[in-house]
């Protein structure tokens, strides 16, 4: 079993930086691969990033890519994703996700462990 916990969220204006992260419990986590999604109020969850289990491969969606990075650290169990050039239009609760596929999966039914969720709100 993999306990996945967010932290990171908050409120900050268009243009300004967050950085999430995912602490994971279980001795497997460095085998897993890991993905962020994001669900808007009124619309559906979407992926945003992923990454292999070694950190070697990511992927993002064409909606941040450029502006967010993924990455991981095995030793300490955590994936991160670093935010910048926000916009109005990333406000979600950001969830982090678990593959017990270590290679990098892009859709939510890949994934088999989720968290509870974390709040990005940006401001226009």
């Known amino acids: 079993q993999v306990q996945l916990v967010e932290s990171g969220g908050g409120l900050v204006q268009a243009g300004g930086s967050l950085s999430l992260s995912c602490a994971a419990s279980g001795r497997t986590y460095s085998s897993f691969g890991m993905g962020w999604f994001r669900q808007a109020p009124g619309k559906e969850r979407e992926f945003v990033a992923g990454?292999?289990?070694?950190?070697?491969?990511?992927y993002y969606a064409d909606s941040v890519k450029g502006r967010f990075t993924i990455s991981r650290d095995n030793a300490k169990n955590t994936v991160y994703l670093q935010m910048n050039s926000l916009k109005p239009e990333d406000t979600a609760v950001y969830y982090c996700?678990?593959?017990?596929?270590?290679?990098?999966?892009?859709?939510?039914?890949?994934?088999?462990?989720w968290g509870q969720g974390t709040q990005v709100t940006i401001s226009s």
């Open positions: 996700a678990a593959s017990r596929d270590p290679r990098l999966r892009v859709r939510s039914s890949e994934y088999d462990y």
């Open positions: 990454i292999n289990w070694r950190g070697a491969s990511t």
